[in-house]
């Protein structure tokens, strides 16, 4: 059969490495490895029964077929008044775009503003798939450093340094995938006066340990919200997210939102509009479990020799300092696999600041965890340490 030729935008976007360690992880299981994942960022724990109950009722009344594409209005009114009662601002529902997925949000957003050429500023590290998608559209990822010492915090003033005539919008995520950690409130104030437009990745919200999260709209209307019920919900194979967005993108947006993906699903909005308005004790529940477990996974990284100078107080990710042992990281995170039957996520894979660094994720079993954390110190102690980089 005769090769058929890719689009050069297919062709060039890199791969998602998390996803090649999870796929390289199942072919071990396959063969009959016990491979302990520590890579992946999605919850261990189960859906909560308000939820499953509310698409199983909704299934029952038949609710399975396209709904209004933008979402129902129903769980658009429920998000408003999630972020009325948590942050203490308006939105409207004529705002709203439920989508099926956090990242078909994105893609809405990024294909939406941007013209070829444009620029969306983003920190490095940040996840992997900002740049890819942001690229892959047309658009260019300007990258801005962030900083071990600073808990991988923006400085607004680099930020300020890196804008041009080209700069459509700021990128912030809190907290942070790959780093757990927050922006604090001065920052983000910061960030929305300098002017551009300010895109709000808040989709680990209420999975906050110490301290409180900031919603982008509490400081300023000119921003877009990009949120979703994966994490928070444990709801990443059900697929709704949703965007906020100024008014006069929603029209444009709502097109690009008929033509790709027509609605999201419409039991699946039921279902998140029983998790907004039902599963918040269950939330609290799976909070709590995720904070010991950050605990365990602080105290074991600190014992295998791996840096955390700023401990991350939200979702559920640790990024370690491993440059005393490695200076390549999708190597190390290979090598690990194979040899201790460890998956953790390479930090190349989250940008070039982010070399000589392995993501941690403690969204598993506490077993699990301290398992992987004594096989990676076993092998650990194999390794010479690492050269001084040059």
Same mark, same amino acid.
């Given at each position: 059969m005769a090769e058929v030729r890719v689009s050069g935008r297919a062709a060039a976007?890199?791969?998602?490495?998390?996803?090649?360690?999870? /796929?390289?992880?199942?072919?071990?299981?396959?063969?009959?490895?016990?491979?302990?994942?520590m890579a992946v960022g999605e919850p261990d724990l189960d859906t909560p029964?308000?939820?499953?109950?509310?698409?199983?009722?909704?299934?029952?009344?038949?609710?399975?077929?396209?709904?209004?594409?933008?979402?129902?209005?129903?769980?658009?009114?429920?998000?408003?008044?999630?972020?009325?009662?948590?942050?203490? $601002?308006?939105v409207h529902p004529d705002q709203i775009i439920v989508t099926p997925g956090t990242s078909p949000a994105m893609f809405l957003v990024f294909s939406g503003l941007l013209e070829p050429g444009e620029e969306i500023i983003i920190s490095d590290p =940040?996840?992997?798939?900002?740049?890819?998608?942001?690229?892959? $559209?047309? =658009? $260019?990822?300007?990258t801005v450093p962030v900083f071990e010492e600073d808990g991988f915090q923006y400085r607004p003033e680099m930020i300020r340094e890196r804008l041009t005539a080209?700069?459509?919008?700021?990128?912030?995520?809190?907290?942070?995938?790959?780093?757990?950690?927050?922006?604090?409130?001065?920052?983000?104030?910061?960030?929305?006066g300098l002017g551009p437009l300010v895109i709000s990745d808040e989709i680990y919200h209420g999975l906050v340990y110490e301290g409180r999260e900031h919603s982008i709209l509490?400081?300023?209307?000119?921003?877009?919200v990009l949120n979703g019920f994966s994490k928070r919900y444990a709801m990443t194979g059900w697929r709704v997210g949703y965007c906020i967005l100024p008014r006069s993108m929603v029209r444009p947006l709502q097109k690009v939102q008929q033509n790709f993906f027509i609605s999201t699903g419409d039991f699946v909005q039921w279902a998140a509009v029983a998790a907004i308005r039902e599963a918040e004790p269950e939330v609290e529940r799976m909070r709590a479990i995720y904070n010991h477990r950050r605990q365990v996974m602080l105290a074991g990284v600190a014992a295998l020799g791996l840096g955390v100078t700023v401990p991350p107080t939200g979702a559920f990710y640790v990024l370690a300092n491993a440059k005393k042992f490695t200076a390549d990281s999708l190597q190390f995170?290979? /090598?690990?696999?194979?040899?201790?039957?460890?998956? $953790?996520?390479?930090?190349? /894979?989250?940008?070039?600041?982010?070399?000589?660094?392995?993501?941690?994720?403690?969204?598993?079993?506490? /077993?699990?965890?301290?398992? =992987?954390?004594?096989?990676?110190?076993?092998?650990?102690?194999?390794?010479p340490e690492a050269p001084p980089a040059r």
């Open positions: 976007i890199p791969p998602f490495l998390v996803v090649d360690v999870i /796929d390289r992880a199942a072919e071990l299981r396959r063969s009959g490895q016990d491979v302990i994942m029964a308000c939820i499953v109950e509310a698409a199983n009722r909704a299934l029952a009344r038949r609710c399975t077929r396209y709904t209004h594409s933008l979402g129902i209005i129903e769980l658009r009114e429920a998000i408003c008044d999630d972020y009325r009662d948590r942050y203490g $601002v308006t =940040g996840y992997a798939c900002y740049s890819n998608m942001i690229e892959y $559209v047309g =658009g $260019v990822a300007a080209r700069t459509r919008a700021i990128l912030i995520n809190s907290p942070s995938n790959p780093t757990g950690n927050l922006l604090s409130p001065e920052r983000i104030k910061e960030i929305a509490e400081f300023t209307d000119h921003a877009i995170s290979r /090598d690990v696999l194979e040899h201790a039957l460890v998956g $953790v996520a390479p930090g190349i /894979d989250f940008g070039r600041n982010a070399e000589g660094y392995i993501r941690f994720s403690y969204a598993t079993g506490e /077993d699990q965890i301290r398992e =992987g954390l004594a096989r990676l110190g076993r092998y650990l102690e194999r390794l």
